[in-house]
């Protein structure tokens, strides 16, 4: 919000405060000097200011008082507003090329997240990217662009390790080579994925396995179950704690037998 904006802002309700104040004063000079039954003129202080200035002075005062108090009101609750609004906003704007340049917001590619470009895909304008700001958060609905427009991008770019919630695996077909053939191990974890595409796996049994202490191997596998065996149902919870039991003896069989 300009300087210029809040300065009109705060002289038009002036205006208007001091406008409604002329009007109650209207009233009240017309009321006093005709009576009640009078028609309510509104143009009355104006036609016989001057006789009323010279010749009735607390009148005079009266109208001052009540048209000033309404201006001097309007006055300090828009200044009020309009300081609220600069607090809460500051000087928010869109950036230009040059802001951009000054603030960081061109840096190399794979140093942070490139967010845009000032021309269109195929320009050799400018990446927006930015290491001093290294978070953001992109939100649109499905099917707008996201993973293919700033997830993939980036995934190509950053030099850096990611980790990546990629449910439709798309994000892996398209990078993963890439990644692998900068140096970087790629790993695809999907234990979901019944249709046997390649995928690592993760034993969370084979590190309670490789313990030597037995009683250190039942208290891990008992809180591993308390992990995994969970319910909100109170009704549950005397089964829960069998099938807790039942997992703990069952592992610790496994182990003796090496299977």
Same mark, same amino acid.
């Given at each position: 919000?300009?300087?210029?904006?809040?300065?009109?802002?705060?002289?038009?309700?002036?205006?208007?405060?001091?406008?409604? !104040?002329?009007?109650?004063?209207?009233?009240?000079?017309?009321?006093?000097?005709?009576?009640?039954?009078?028609?309510?003129?509104?143009?009355?202080?104006?036609?016989?200011?001057?006789?009323?200035?010279?010749?009735?002075?607390?009148?005079?005062?009266?109208?001052?008082?009540?048209? !000033?108090?309404?201006?001097?009101?309007?006055?300090?609750?828009?200044?009020?507003?309009? !300081?609220?609004?600069?607090?809460?906003?500051?000087?928010?704007?869109?950036?230009?090329?040059?802001?951009?340049?000054?603030?960081?917001?061109?840096?190399?590619? !794979?140093?942070?997240?490139?967010?845009?470009?000032?021309?269109? #895909?195929?320009?050799?304008?400018?990446?927006?990217?930015?290491?001093?700001? #290294?978070?953001?958060?992109?939100?649109? #609905?499905?099917?707008?662009?996201?993973?293919?427009?700033?997830?993939?991008?980036?995934?190509?770019?950053?030099?850096?390790?990611?980790?990546?919630?990629?449910?439709?695996?798309?994000?892996?077909?398209?990078?993963?080579?890439?990644?692998?053939?900068?140096?970087?191990?790629?790993?695809?974890?999907? #234990?979901?994925?019944?249709?046997?595409?390649?995928?690592?796996?993760?034993?969370?049994?084979?590190?309670?396995?490789?313990?030597?202490?037995?009683?250190?191997?039942?208290?891990?596998?008992?809180?591993l179950a308390t992990l995994f065996l969970q319910s909100d149902n109170d009704r549950v919870q005397g089964l829960l704690k069998g099938g807790i039991d039942l997992f703990v003896a069952a592992g610790l069989l496994a182990f003796q037998r090496k299977r």
């Open positions: 919000m300009g300087k210029v904006r809040i300065a009109t802002g705060v002289l038009l309700v002036t205006l208007v405060t001091a406008a409604i !104040g002329y009007t109650i004063a209207s009233a009240v000079l017309t009321y006093q000097d005709l009576g009640f039954g009078a028609e309510f003129d509104f143009a009355y202080i104006a036609q016989n200011y001057l006789a009323i200035l010279d010749r009735r002075p607390e009148d005079a005062q009266l109208i001052h008082l009540i048209i !000033g108090s309404f201006a001097a009101a309007g006055m300090m609750l828009s200044l009020a507003l309009s !300081g609220s609004a600069l607090t809460r906003f500051g000087q928010t704007h869109w950036q230009t090329a040059r802001e951009m340049k000054a603030n960081g917001f061109f840096g190399a590619p !794979g140093t942070g997240f490139i967010l845009g470009k000032l021309g269109s #895909p195929k320009s050799r304008a400018k990446y927006i990217c930015s290491k001093v700001f #290294p978070h953001a958060l992109i939100v649109a #609905p499905t099917g707008r662009g996201k993973t293919t427009g700033f997830v993939i991008p980036n995934l190509l770019t950053w030099q850096g390790s990611a980790v990546t919630l990629d449910v439709k695996g798309e994000c892996f077909e398209a990078t993963a080579r890439h990644r692998a053939a900068q140096g970087d191990k790629v790993y695809r974890f999907a #234990p979901t994925d019944w249709e046997g595409k390649r995928t690592h796996r993760y034993n969370p049994l084979l590190r309670i396995f490789e313990l030597k202490d037995p009683a250190r191997q039942q208290m891990e596998l008992q809180l």
